[in-house]
């Protein structure tokens, strides 16, 4: 099997490299793949196949490289008969998944012992996507293929996580510790996560969900709402399914769609009884899944008719602008926001304003480069966000310029 130039992101397989020097998979290969998935997700499904799929004048090592990069080599060897792949490319997809389900198992496994990490020390704690969404969407733990922990915990307990992670063998990026320095403000002002490698599998521990607030349930109302569910000799607690479908949409909107694997996602999401949106899901939120919902049904189909307008109810879904995204970005053979270049890692940050106001979305980004997460409820307005600012002043005089106590 070649060896394919892509960074496994989460993955550990390979290395990242800049986007710059990166060989952009061809758009045939992509468009082929997409067509793969919808067919292998209306033979999942159980629902007649309009059409079978064949690969012409696509390079097929360009089509594995594609595979790779989009994170479906499972869904696709699953149901390599309905979508049509010849013997020799079944096979080689096969190889892929079967190196998937291996490191899906090591994910299972690290899942669990991180999440007892966190619950052994007294906190409360929910995985995010892996190995937990695999095991509500498909009822298989290894069914999305390998990636990394995501750990959600209450903001006021990321200390107290941290040092529960640390003891378990991972070790903070860059040298971050809660509440202290630069990388603390300035991780806590642009991101919801941090980064930890040192164990097998590497953990994303996050405070919150989204980067703008207005995009999420706060972290606390999702640790309340949170579901148990198996994994590996154990049990580890997850989003509830109404919850994990508004996740799931921010994170696809998040990456520009940049995998056709979150796009799966939120399909299998929108096919589960109880993934509905909750009262404190918010208008912005409802409108950015109605808006990712319908692009995900235009490109690879699946979502139920009446789960369509239920989640494009009250809003015009702006399906263009998700398909921009896809254009730009589901050619790129990795993603990566350390591997982003400086202009385009803005263009980001200003993208997730699209769906909150300007000056209250401006205004909260700003009081984070100098208040910790624990200081800002998740609809903390102006008047909540000053009296942050001016509360934290003598604090940010003595400490952290003056370098007193």
């Not at 579901?227 to 799931?248: H, N």
């Amino acid at each position: 099997m070649p060896a394919y130039d892509v960074a496994m992101d989460g993955a550990g397989d390979s290395g990242v490299a800049s986007v710059s020097r990166a060989r952009p998979l061809s758009r045939d290969a992509v468009d082929q793949l997409v067509t793969a998935v919808r067919s292998a997700l209306t033979d999942e499904f159980g629902e007649p196949s309009p059409s079978c799929l064949i690969l012409s004048d696509v390079d097929p090592d360009e089509f594995l490289r594609a595979v790779v990069t989009h994170r479906v080599a499972g869904l696709l060897s699953l149901h390599s008969e309905a979508v049509g792949l010849s013997p020799e490319l079944a096979a080689s997809v096969r190889q892929l998944a079967m190196r998937d389900s291996v490191s899906a198992m090591r994910l299972a496994h690290e899942t669990l012992r991180a999440s007892q990490a966190l619950s052994s020390a007294g906190i409360r704690v929910a995985v995010l996507k892996g190995a937990a969404l695999s095991t509500v969407t498909t009822g298989s733990v290894g069914a999305r293929g390998p990636g990394d922990i995501d750990l959600l915990v209450a903001p006021v307990d990321v200390a107290r996580a941290h040092d529960a992670l640390v003891r378990a063998g991972w070790t903070a990026t860059d040298g971050w510790v809660p509440g202290e320095g630069l990388p603390w403000a300035w991780t806590s002002w642009l991101r919801r996560e941090h980064d930890y490698r040192g164990g097998p599998v590497d953990v994303d521990l996050h405070w919150r969900v989204s980067i703008e607030p207005r995009l999420s349930p706060s972290a606390e109302d999702l640790l309340d709402r949170a579901v148990e569910v198996p994994m590996a000799a154990g049990s580890v607690r997850t989003l509830a399914q109404g919850d994990a479908l508004g996740a799931a949409c921010y994170h696809t909107y998040l990456d520009r769609h940049a995998r056709l694997r979150g796009l799966v996602d939120v399909v299998r999401l929108t096919r589960l009884r109880g993934a509905h949106l909750g009262a404190d899901h918010t208008r912005a939120c409802r409108r950015m899944v109605g808006d990712v919902v319908a692009f995900t049904d235009r490109l690879i189909g699946g979502v139920p008719r009446d789960r369509l307008a239920e989640l494009t109810s009250g809003t015009t879904a702006n399906v263009d602008a998700q398909q921009r995204l896809w254009n730009e970005w589901s050619v790129l053979p990795l993603w990566s926001a350390d591997a982003v270049p400086t202009s385009e890692l803005s263009q980001m940050y200003r993208h997730q304003l699209r769906y909150a106001p300007a000056l209250p979305g401006a205004m909260r980004h700003a009081a984070e480069l100098v208040l910790p997460p624990e200081r800002l409820s998740e609809d903390s307005g102006i008047a909540e966000v000053a009296a942050g600012v001016l509360a934290e002043g003598r604090h940010l005089i003595e400490r952290r310029i003056l370098r007193r106590g």
